[in-house]
């Protein structure tokens, strides 16, 4: 059985994780397969691909299955991850169209874009009785005018039996000294639709009540409906971004993304450009050179909200996960 550090504890607390009722324990088998395109991850509860070629970083589109209900996720991924950038407008390529970056001035610091122009990443793959993890890495070789490219980019998944969701997280170690730097993922992911014909409502843990899928019929800019910025208000208990999905043109249940240190992120968009764009970025704090930093995920299917936050409390305040010989904890 392997033991997590329960992070929001003072004192180095170790719990187990069981899977099920005492007389069904028997922990079952994670399947991993891999082809030259990407590696595939069973349990008893999920099934998601990661991709080598193409499209990279995450889960891949449509891959994120739900055993229980056939449930999948409907955009390009989850917990896609973009570029390094930093606040205000510059003469470089970062669109000004309103309906895409709306009125937010940022500017690149380093590129490229990892999920549509790293093209190839080399995951490697950590199998134990217990869980299976994939890390993946990329170099930035891309910098803005005046930036130094190399900073490196890591990003951990972790598979266990007897849970409808993924642990994750990213760790960014940059080789630039910048005043406010962050970064920029899908989170969970974009929600691929025409009229609401994939979802039924979506939710925002900033905001009151859910939002009915009909709120994204026309696009909008992410200046203009349900934009979080860090420092406008009370930064929230909990950062969870989910929506859910139909099932047989039925309601489902929901797929959430939850950022274990709500005060990570500095900037969260859901707006509609054609799909629904879940954008979410993180840091946003002086880094100096040589310096790391990155956040921790929940990403996976849920019932309800309820049952959202009480996974989201048992794993709130972590930053990263650590994987050692047959054991991982987040911290």
Not at 38 to 51: E, I, N
């Amino acid at each position: 059985m392997w033991r997590i550090l329960r992070p929001a504890l003072t004192l180095s607390v170790l719990y187990s994780l069981s899977t099920g009722p005492a007389s069904a324990r028997e922990e079952p088998r994670l399947r991993v397969m891999q082809t030259d395109n990407y590696v595939q991850v069973d349990s008893d509860f999920l099934q998601a691909r990661v991709t080598k070629k193409g499209y990279v970083s995450g889960t891949a589109a449509g891959s994120f299955l739900d055993k229980k209900t056939g449930a999948r996720d409907v955009g390009f991924g989850l917990h896609i991850m973009d570029f390094l950038l930093a606040p205000g407008w510059r003469d470089d390529d970062y669109s000004r169209d309103r309906k895409v970056h709306g009125d937010l001035p940022k500017h690149y610091v380093e590129g490229p874009q990892i999920c549509t122009q790293a093209k190839e990443l080399k995951p490697d793959v950590i199998e134990s009785k217990d869980f299976v993890a994939i890390r993946l890495r990329y170099r930035f070789h891309k910098p803005g005018a005046g930036f130094k490219p190399g900073s490196t980019w890591e990003q951990t998944l972790v598979f266990q039996p007897g849970v409808r969701y993924v642990l994750s997280s990213e760790r960014i170690t940059s080789v630039n000294e910048v005043d406010d730097l962050f970064y920029r993922i899908d989170m969970p992911g974009h929600i691929k639709h025409k009229g609401g014909d994939t979802f039924t409502q979506l939710y925002l843990s900033y905001l009151d009540k859910p939002i009915p899928a009909s709120a994204f019929e026309k696009d909008f800019g992410p200046d203009e409906k349900y934009l979080y910025q860090r420092g406008k208000g009370k930064v929230p208990r909990r950062m969870i971004r989910a929506y859910q999905v139909r099932v047989d043109g039925k309601p489902g249940p929901w797929l959430a993304g939850m950022t274990l240190d709500a005060s990570e992120v500095s900037e969260a968009w859901c707006h509609q450009r054609g799909y629904v764009c879940f954008i979410e970025e993180l840091h946003g704090k002086k880094v100096k050179a040589g310096e790391s930093f990155g956040a921790a995920y929940v990403v996976g299917w849920f019932e309800d909200i309820k049952e959202m936050e009480k996974v989201y409390d048992r794993y709130a305040g972590a930053h990263t996960i650590e994987v050692g010989e047959g054991t991982f904890r987040l911290k």
